[in-house]
């Protein structure tokens, strides 16, 4: 299951999304953000899934990215799709055990399902074609006005750059971890779910142990650095962009525009 986690991990490639500008993947992502919540019905969430599809496609990614991003968030999936299905009032279509499910329960729980996929795939999106640094220095020039008002940007970037930076290694580091206590012997896969959770203990302290040791090494050595945080710091890539990426965002922009029209469509039928 954790190496099934690929959150935070970049996959180089040359399409032409891996070559947009990272603020320009940026708002596009959040205008699909709101292309699927703005959604009101098959027609238009349809519409925001085809512009997922063709951006997918145009990454050239792999599926099994996506299929290996979605399993860690089954459980979450199931427990938003249960409660939909059981506390959403309509007409009731099933009776068990005095439980009502209703139509407008199954309606509402299948387009939060669909929903949550699609945003995570989205996002995974942005993360799988953009590295970490990248990512991070296009959120520190796109939130550099609020320097204005004291807010401490840079700071809030590098946090961001190192916390990207190593989910994937204390993911490794947990794996590991996991490994040796099964070979000691840990029973880790059986027994109820509180044994379960007692049986993690001998996993999160050398978890946490190792994490502030690593935190401790990265402090020690941007300090041996002279690190002073972003005052008079130049970067070694420039963020730079270009006429495709307006193309593509006009894309988006024109694609979220035909979720609105299919909306008020229906509200006219």
């Keep these: 299951m954790l190496k099934d986690i690929t959150i935070g991990q970049y996959f180089p490639g040359d399409s032409p999304v891996h070559k947009m500008d990272a603020r320009f993947k940026i708002v596009i992502t959040a205008v699909f953000i709101i292309m699927l919540f703005a959604a009101d019905g098959l027609l238009p969430l349809i519409c925001a899934l085809v512009f997922f599809i063709l951006a997918f496609a145009v990454s050239k990614l792999s599926p099994k990215l996506l299929l290996r991003s979605m399993k860690p968030i089954v459980p979450v999936i199931i427990f938003t799709s249960v409660l939909n299905i059981f506390f959403i009032d309509g007409v009731t279509v099933v009776e068990f055990l005095g439980i009502h499910i209703t139509d407008n329960g199954l309606i509402t729980s299948g387009y939060m399902i669909i929903r949550l996929i699609a945003l995570i795939c989205g996002s995974s999106l942005l993360t799988y074609t953009t590295s970490p640094i990248v990512l991070t220095d296009a959120i520190e020039q796109m939130l550099k006005p609020l320097e204005k008002v004291k807010f401490p940007v840079h700071e809030l970037a590098m946090m961001m750059t190192i916390a990207l930076r190593f989910i994937p290694t204390l993911i490794e580091e947990t794996d590991k971890i996991m490994s040796a206590q099964k070979a000691r012997g840990a029973d880790l896969d059986s027994g109820t779910l509180l044994q379960r959770a007692k049986a993690l203990i001998p996993i999160l302290i050398p978890l946490f142990v190792s994490s502030f040791r690593r935190a401790e090494e990265l402090a020690v050595a ?31 922009l024109l694609f979220l525009c035909a979720v609105l029209i299919l909306n008020l469509g229906k509200i006219v039928l």
Excluded: A, N, P, Q
């Design 222 to 252: 941007m300090e041996c650095r002279c690190y002073h945080g972003g005052e008079g710091r130049t970067k070694l890539k420039t963020l730079v962009s270009g006429g495709r990426d307006y193309l593509y965002l006009g894309i988006s």
